[in-house]
């Protein structure tokens, strides 16, 4: 066991649109620390989404090496991968990405679903994690009966029920007004400080950055600055 969670090793990435390839990165290094909790910030093409899906295994380098808890995991199959990501990966989003017609609890319970857990336990997963979000009350409510702020709540109960190492965060205040983002953010905040989530969360908002221990500025598929937040 490692005290890095991550590690990129000259990792490139590149897409190839109408013919055309364009590089993202190339021979980008990165490690991230047990416990760590990250910002990403930069200019809008920049890499950062593309950066998330190759940490949480969504898309894969086109060279170079990606190593989780000491074991690589870039060349896993397309079922290893996803057995990876469902056991080890909480997803944020912007847009809650919510089921529309299932309740908060039952869209809790679907990375569950996955997993081969008992109907028992599951409930019971379910539940911690909603508590946990302050939302336990709010079980059987749909998504369209609640806030944007408790939507995203769900979504966050929904990463931690599998009880996953890391979390990536794609934007996750950026639909939200400041109070319920800073809401969202200790939240974050308190899963890393006393749950040790491991996160890294893209922003345009300096103000959400402010909750991560350090942000790293990405220019151009490289990164450009490092900031210790206080
Ligand atoms: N599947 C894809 N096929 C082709 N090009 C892609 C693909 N995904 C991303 N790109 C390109 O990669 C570059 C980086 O995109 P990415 O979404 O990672 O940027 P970003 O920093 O997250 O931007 P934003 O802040 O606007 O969301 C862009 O030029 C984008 O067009």
Same mark, same amino acid.
């Given at each position: =066991?490692?005290?890095?969670?991550?590690?990129?090793?000259?990792?490139?990435?590149?897409?190839?649109?109408?013919?055309?390839?364009?590089?993202?990165?190339?021979?980008?290094?990165?490690?991230?620390?047990?416990? %760590?909790?990250?910002?990403?910030?930069?200019?809008?093409?920049?890499?950062?989404?593309? *950066?998330?899906?190759? *940490?949480?295994?969504?898309?894969?380098?086109?060279?170079?090496?990606? +190593?989780?808890?000491?074991?690589?995991? %870039?060349?896993? #199959?397309?079922?290893?991968? @996803?057995?990876?990501?469902?056991?080890?990966?909480?997803?944020?989003?912007?847009?809650?990405?919510?089921?529309? =017609?299932? #309740?908060?609890?039952?869209?809790?319970?679907?990375?569950?679903?996955?997993?081969?857990?008992?109907?028992?336990?599951?409930?019971? #997963? &379910?539940?911690?994690?909603?508590?946990?979000?302050?939302?336990?009350?709010?079980?059987? +409510? *749909?998504?369209?009966?609640?806030?944007?702020?408790?939507?995203?709540?769900?979504?966050?109960?929904?990463?931690? &029920?599998?009880?996953? /190492?890391? =979390?990536?965060?794609?934007?996750?205040?950026?639909?939200?007004?400041?109070?319920?983002? %800073?809401?969202?953010? /200790? =939240?974050?905040?308190?899963?890393?400080?006393?749950?040790?989530?491991?996160?890294?969360?893209?922003? +345009? %908002?300096?103000?959400?950055?402010?909750? @991560?221990?350090?942000?790293?500025?990405?220019?151009?598929?490289?990164?450009?600055?490092?900031?210790?937040? @206080?």
């Amino acid at each position: =066991m490692t005290d890095n969670l991550f590690e990129l090793k000259k990792v490139s990435k590149s897409f190839v649109k109408a013919k055309e390839t364009i590089s993202i990165f190339e021979g980008l290094d990165m490690t991230i620390k047990s416990g %760590d909790f990250i910002a990403i910030m930069g200019p809008s093409g920049s890499g950062k989404t593309t *950066l998330l899906n190759l *940490l949480g295994g969504v898309d894969q380098p086109t060279s170079g090496e990606i +190593h989780f808890d000491g074991k690589r995991i %870039d060349n896993l #199959s397309e079922n290893g991968l @996803a057995a990876w990501r469902a056991a080890n990966v909480g997803f944020i989003f912007q847009f809650y990405n919510l089921m529309p =017609m299932l #309740s908060a609890a039952k869209n809790v319970e679907l990375p569950l679903l996955l997993t081969g857990l008992g109907r028992s336990r599951r409930k019971a #997963s &379910v539940e911690a994690a909603l508590k946990l979000v302050g939302l336990d009350d709010r079980a059987g +409510h *749909l998504p369209k009966e609640m806030s944007g702020g408790q939507q995203q709540r769900v979504a966050i109960a929904r990463a931690i &029920v599998s009880d996953p /190492k890391l =979390m990536l965060c794609d934007e996750p205040t950026g639909d939200l007004d400041r109070a319920t983002a %800073d809401e969202i953010l /200790k =939240m974050l905040q308190l899963l890393n400080r006393e749950f040790g989530k491991t996160i890294v969360m893209v922003t +345009h %908002d300096p103000e959400a950055a402010k909750y @991560a221990k350090k942000t790293l500025h990405l220019d151009k598929g490289q990164f450009v600055k490092e900031e210790l937040m @206080a």
